[in-house]
């Protein structure tokens, strides 16, 4: 049953991908001009690498408030694989479980690793909304001329405004809560009191930390700001017609949320149609292959990610061998 699912999902995405060349979306023959251009294509590859730096230190202070031994270094190594699954497999997810399954091995404070996770996702979240939300505020003029894109824009400044509302209330709310002792007293028979506990512990941790979570907010803007700069560069080394910054940030926000969406391999077809459409609706009488730039952006970062992902899969298979060679040693030592 999960084979068929899998071979759904490859469906899913190959018919996207021709549709969209069908309505004249996606021309896959503009991806060799990028080749044409080794300066900025150099400079694309280095922009990847410098969100993958910038979320290894987001993560890294998230690890560092829960006290999670674990340097940058080896913060950047679980990171980096962690994008590279992200990319490739459905729904966007799948480097999360990857991260927890390193850091389940280094350290026995599994809420604390799951939870710095989940606020790595929700600060990255944040940071869409925010920076999409600044840029609206830096351009307000364009909101008037373009109509479909604005709720998405409302929701963002809504959100923007909802956080910066909690962020308020924790600031005035008592440092103890008496949360853990209510605990206690209501669920005292209960197996996962233990694991609840834990949990409120960790949180605990991160509502005294609001200059961690305020940097780690910081670095999920740079970080969208990356990605805009990356399509912008793409979209010239490719001779698309020039369009504002704004627009790329509209399209490349909402594409980043519609491919988490786990009905297609990595996001293929559904984040480039999403990507067009998004462009396209803020460029009415545009007609060009804008979702080419996605597929290109996709492009680049699989090829930035799959040396990476070969030497774990080479580093994984040689470990495992060298297991099997220990295990029937000492088996053969005990004979």
């Known amino acids: 049953m999960r084979k068929l699912i899998i071979i759904l999902k490859i469906l899913v995405s190959i018919f996207l991908l021709w549709f969209l060349t069908k309505t004249s979306k996606l021309n896959f023959s503009l991806l060799p001009q990028l080749l044409y251009s080794p300066l900025p294509l150099c400079c694309t590859i280095l922009l990847y690498f410098s969100v993958v730096i910038l979320s290894s ?3 890294y202070q998230l690890n ?12 950047l190594i679980p990171t980096y694989l962690g994008i590279a699954f ?13 991260r927890c399954y390193f850091l389940f091995k280094k350290t026995d ?6 939870l710095s996770i989940l606020f790595d996702r929700i600060t990255g979240l944040i940071g869409i909304f925010i920076a999409v939300g600044l840029c609206s505020l830096l351009h307000l003029s364009l909101l008037s001329q373009h109509n479909t894109p604005f709720y998405f824009i409302f929701i ?10 909690l962020f308020l209330v924790s600031v005035l709310l008592p440092p103890k809560l008496g949360l853990t002792k209510w ?19 960790a949180v605990r941790v991160y509502r005294h930390s609001k200059q961690i979570i305020f940097n780690c907010l910081i670095a999920s803007v740079i970080i969208q700001v990356l990605i805009v700069l990356t399509c912008a560069l793409i979209a010239k080394m490719m001779h698309f017609p020039t369009i504002s910054l704004f627009d790329y940030m509209i399209a490349a926000s909402i594409t980043q949320l519609i491919n988490l969406i786990p009905i297609a391999p990595g996001g293929f077809g559904i984040g480039e149609a999403a990507f067009a459409n998004i462009i396209l609706l803020l460029n009415p009488g ?7 730039i996605f597929l290109a952006y996709r492009v680049i970062g699989i090829l ?5 992902i070969a030497i774990f899969i080479f580093d994984s298979r040689l470990l495992k061998k060298n297991a099997l060679l220990e295990a029937k040693s000492v088996k053969s030592t005990l004979g």
Not at 156 to 165: E, M, P, R, V
Request: hydrophobic share 40%; glycine share 8%.
């Open 156 to 165: 963002c400044l809504a959100f923007c405004l909802s956080f910066l509302i």
């Open 109 to 114: 404070k599994r809420s604390a690793v799951m």
């Open 57 to 59: 230190w987001r993560w």
């Open 304 to 308: 930035c990610y799959l040396p990476g």
């Open 64 to 75: 560092k408030a829960q006290k999670i031994s674990l340097d940058f270094q080896h913060t």
């Open 286 to 292: 545009t007609i060009t292959t804008y979702a080419t």
């Open 183 to 201: 605990f206690c007293n209501r669920f005292s028979d209960k197996k996962w009191l233990k694991t609840g506990l834990s949990l409120l512990e």
């Open 86 to 98: 992200n990319n490739l497999l459905p729904g966007g997810v799948g480097g999360d479980f990857f």
